[in-house]
């Protein structure tokens, strides 16, 4: 009886638990401290030839140049108003920040990075997606009467804007199609997406959300040709059919989405929102969304980067009280398995 009753214990103890709890989607690897830096993070870019993460440190008045080799800031760039999108363009090394503030398009080359040029737009210029076969920059900028919102076609060979589009309300994040020639354009205050034509560069289409409104941040997924569109009345992930428009699928998501990122290595989406949280979804086969748990990171912390090349996300921590502002490094199952 004895025996029997070790036995059924180890039994019971090797058994898996029905209320085993899955891997994190993500888990913390490293975080950068910023000193000095102040305030809430908009946008990022990265140089991953020489290890460089930029971030928009919008409550700074500054993009901090990060060396992510020594995990420390080679350069703040200042003079800033309220930079918002980045885009860093390798085959010149050039980076362009949209600064909603001074309402225009600046470019830093060089090394250190210097100011090469600034282009007027208007008021919140915001996030910019790059084509790399035609070289143009499209830049969302503008929201009121005085300031129409449109979004700007930049030929960054020139540097300058060659056409405008006009759209409904200020316009939010933009992804690209680049072998369907497409860019994405979520225009918030209208509950639209605007879809723009690369070879004829005019709107091809408008999908209207029904889901959910004010929809802010944008990822797309060109193996199942689907748009993930981040929502915050309510709090919503929503996949749209990236051919027609079509809602497939919705999850419920945080308050507050400013950020969204497709890993195509677990076909997972992560939302960033600024209560604090990151989302994470596994996509199934019939275009489902499934939610794998939440990572709570700050108050505040709305945007990050996710890196395919490195198989990391970076969150912008906000400074709090005395504490600097910092970046946190999350790395995937991707990147633990190599480990």
Not at 332 to 339: A, D, G, I, L, V
């Given at each position: 009886m004895k025996k029997f009753a070790v036995s059924l214990a180890l039994i019971l103890l090797c058994a898996p638990s029905s209320n085993a709890q899955p891997k994190p989607a993500l888990t913390l690897q490293q975080t950068i401290p910023l000193p000095g830096?102040?305030?809430?993070?908009?946008h990022f870019a990265v140089d991953t030839d020489r290890g460089l993460l930029f971030a928009a440190a919008t409550g700074n008045h500054s993009v901090e140049v990060i060396d992510l080799k020594t995990?420390?800031?080679?350069?703040s760039i200042t003079g800033l108003g309220k930079p918002h999108g980045l885009a860093w363009i390798a085959s010149t090394g050039s980076l362009y920040v949209a600064d909603g503030a001074l309402g225009e398009l600046r470019v830093y080359n060089g090394t250190p990075l210097a100011l090469a040029g600034k282009l007027k737009l208007s008021d919140d210029a915001d996030d910019m997606v790059y084509d790399e076969a035609s070289h143009l920059l499209f830049v969302g900028h503008g929201g009121d009467a005085a300031n129409p919102p449109k979004i700007a076609m930049v030929d960054t060979v020139r540097f300058s804007v060659v056409a405008s589009l006009s759209v409904a309300t200020h316009p939010e994040a933009l992804e690209i199609d680049p072998r369907g020639r497409r860019v994405f354009a979520n225009i918030a205050e209208s509950n639209d997406v605007a879809v723009i034509d690369l070879a004829t560069r005019n709107l091809a289409a408008h999908w209207k959300l029904t889901k959910a409104a004010d929809n802010v941040p944008l990822a797309y997924d060109g193996e199942r040709q689907l748009l993930y569109v981040g929502c915050r009345t309510p709090g919503t992930l929503i996949?749209?059919?990236?051919?027609?428009?079509?809602?497939e699928a919705s999850a419920p998501a945080a308050e507050g989405a400013d950020d969204l990122f497709y890993d195509a290595a677990l076909r997972r989406v992560y939302l960033i929102s600024g209560a604090g949280e990151v989302d994470s979804y596994q996509v199934g086969e019939d275009k489902s969304l499934h939610p794998l748990g939440i990572l709570?990171?700050?108050?505040?912390?709305k945007t990050a980067l996710f890196v395919p090349a490195q198989n990391l996300l970076y969150v912008g921590i906000p400074s709090a009280g005395p504490e600097p502002a910092q970046i946190r490094v999350y790395a995937?199952?991707?990147?633990?398995?190599?480990?």
């Open positions: 830096v102040t305030g809430k993070f908009d995990s420390s800031v080679r350069q996949a749209l059919d990236a051919v027609t428009g079509k809602e709570t990171t700050a108050a505040g912390a995937t199952e991707t990147t633990r398995e190599k480990q």
